[in-house]
């Protein structure tokens, strides 16, 4: 890239996974915010068989404001990312290859697998390209609920009671493990994949009889499932930026309309939920919710970004941790946008800051040796 050249950054959305219409949503909102004046945007669609597009500069995207029916809009041009430091990309157009430039950053908003797994940051890091968000580890330890938890609570962060179940215990003794859990937890208790995100394959559970259902549900999902002791309280989320020195956003409160924040209240109806921004909270509850969003940041090793989910439980006051999410939701009613903007940090100045986190990441790993070196 010339001294006075505008980097190129390249939107990677969709993907392989079942949160492929929310992550076009908030591709589009990234790219409607990157300044034109100061970046060249490159829109990469996935689409669901894995295959990489170049979709059109003016509109990237058919039916956009439409989340059930939202889908990349194609070029005619696919792209093949080669896993070489330095290699060009390859463009493929009507049957043609060629080398084609690659991109100077690249902001995946990949949500769950394939995308906010760890699985793209591998590929980028291969490549030596600077990305977004949280590296290989953080990436893939955020992504799993069942390592993320077990980290939190090594680091002495309070979360609640939850336990895991993988798919070869299920089939081999259904009734053994539904005994297990009814023993354990008071109901509800929440069912879900341990590796997704978006509230894709997650039931909340009031009685015994609906648990194996709830179970098979989620294990269409993922090898591995948890089930978390539904907790009565207040649902707040805080959003994190930074990479060495971590800042946290004003907190915010999600008010599920029935009592539940699904994937539809999320991303497909705009009365599911009211998210209260900020939330309305005692000085000293937010200094410790903010304490521990930064705390739980660091714990899973994230940087750039990441939105952390926590409950205030009713009756005792507690700061429970329920998850972190390292490519939060950009769409026009993600939370991590608008705690930002709640923050003093508008959303086109939030896109500058992560591109500039991406670089300046990227440019203090280049300093590190790959070669045994006597020291000084």
Same mark, same amino acid.
């Given at each position: 890239?010339?001294?006075?050249?505008?980097?190129?950054?390249?939107?990677?959305?969709?993907?392989?996974?079942?949160?492929?219409?929310?992550?076009?949503?908030?591709?589009?909102?990234?790219?409607?915010?990157?300044?034109?004046?100061?970046?060249?945007?490159?829109?990469?669609?996935?689409?669901?068989?894995?295959?990489?597009?170049?979709?059109?500069?003016?509109?990237?995207?058919?039916?956009?404001?439409?989340?059930?029916?939202?889908?990349?809009?194609?070029?005619?041009?696919?792209?093949?990312?080669?896993?070489?430091?330095?290699?060009?990309?390859?463009?493929?157009?009507?049957?043609?290859?060629?080398?084609?430039?690659?991109?100077?950053?690249?902001?995946?908003?990949?949500?769950?697998?394939?995308?906010?797994?760890?699985?793209?940051?591998?590929?980028?890091?291969?490549?030596?390209?600077? *990305? #977004?968000?949280?590296?290989? %580890? $953080? +990436? =893939? !330890? @955020?992504?799993?609920?069942?390592?993320? &938890?077990?980290?939190?609570?090594?680091?002495?962060?309070?979360?609640?009671?939850?336990?895991?179940?993988?798919?070869?215990?299920?089939?081999?003794?259904?009734?053994?493990?539904?005994?297990?859990?009814?023993?354990?937890?008071?109901?509800?208790? *929440? #069912?879900?994949?341990?590796? %997704? $995100? +978006? =509230? !894709? @394959?997650?039931?909340?559970?009031?009685? &015994?009889?609906?648990?194996?259902?709830?179970?098979?549900?989620?294990?269409?999902?993922?090898?591995?499932?948890?089930?978390?002791?539904?907790?009565?309280?207040?649902?707040?989320?805080?959003?994190?930026?930074?990479?060495?020195?971590?800042?946290?956003? #004003?907190?915010?409160?999600?008010?599920?309309?029935?009592?539940?924040?699904?994937?539809?209240?999320?991303?497909?109806?705009?009365?599911?939920?009211?998210?209260?921004?900020?939330?309305?909270?005692?000085?000293?509850?937010?200094?410790?919710?903010?304490?521990?969003?930064?705390?739980?940041?660091?714990?899973?090793?994230?940087?750039?970004?990441?939105?952390?989910?926590?409950?205030?439980?009713?009756?005792?006051?507690?700061?429970?941790?329920?998850?972190?999410?390292?490519?939060?939701?950009?769409?026009?009613?993600?939370?991590?946008?608008?705690?930002?903007?709640?923050?003093?940090?508008?959303?086109?100045?939030?896109?500058?800051?992560?591109?500039?986190?991406?670089?300046?990441?990227?440019?203090?790993?280049?300093?590190?040796?790959?070669?045994?070196?006597?020291?000084?």
């Amino acid at each position: 890239m010339s001294q006075h050249a505008k980097p190129k950054v390249a939107v990677l959305m969709g993907g392989r996974s079942g949160e492929h219409e929310v992550s076009l949503q908030s591709g589009r909102a990234i790219l409607e915010a990157l300044d034109p004046q100061r970046y060249e945007t490159i829109p990469i669609g996935i689409d669901k068989n894995g295959e990489w597009h170049l979709l059109g500069i003016e509109d990237p995207l058919e039916n956009p404001t439409d989340p059930k029916r939202i889908r990349i809009h194609t070029s005619g041009v696919k792209v093949i990312s080669v896993p070489v430091p330095g290699r060009p990309w390859i463009r493929i157009e009507s049957g043609e290859h060629a080398p084609w430039p690659r991109p100077d950053v690249v902001f995946p908003v990949l949500h769950g697998t394939f995308g906010e797994d760890g699985t793209i940051q591998g590929l980028l890091e291969l490549m030596e390209i600077p *990305y #977004v968000g949280a590296g290989v %580890l $953080g +990436s =893939s !330890v @955020g992504m799993d609920k069942d390592l993320m &938890k077990r980290l939190f609570k090594d680091a002495g962060l309070a979360v609640g009671d939850f336990t895991c179940v993988r798919e070869p215990e299920w089939k081999a003794d259904r009734d053994g493990v539904i005994a297990r859990i009814a023993k354990r937890f008071e109901l509800p208790v *929440y #069912v879900k994949p341990a590796n %997704l $995100g +978006s =509230s !894709v @394959g997650i039931s909340r559970v009031s009685a &015994k009889s609906d648990l194996a259902a709830a179970i098979q549900d989620a294990f269409r999902y993922d090898r591995k499932i948890l089930v978390e002791q539904g907790i009565h309280g207040r649902e707040i989320e805080v959003s994190v930026l930074g990479n060495d020195e971590p800042q946290a956003s #004003v907190p915010g409160e999600i008010v599920p309309r029935d009592g539940f924040y699904s994937y539809a209240a999320k991303y497909l109806d705009q009365d599911g939920a009211r998210l209260l921004v900020p939330a309305e909270l005692p000085e000293d509850t937010i200094a410790a919710l903010q304490r521990c969003a930064v705390d739980a940041f660091r714990a899973v090793s994230c940087e750039g970004m990441a939105r952390v989910d926590f409950f205030l439980e009713q009756g005792t006051g507690r700061v429970l941790i329920n998850e972190i999410n390292t490519i939060p939701g950009f769409t026009r009613i993600s939370m991590y946008p608008k705690l930002w903007e709640a923050s003093g940090v508008p959303f086109s100045e939030l896109v500058d800051r992560l591109v500039s986190l991406a670089l300046e990441r990227h440019d203090s790993k280049k300093r590190l040796l790959r070669e045994y070196s006597p020291g000084p």
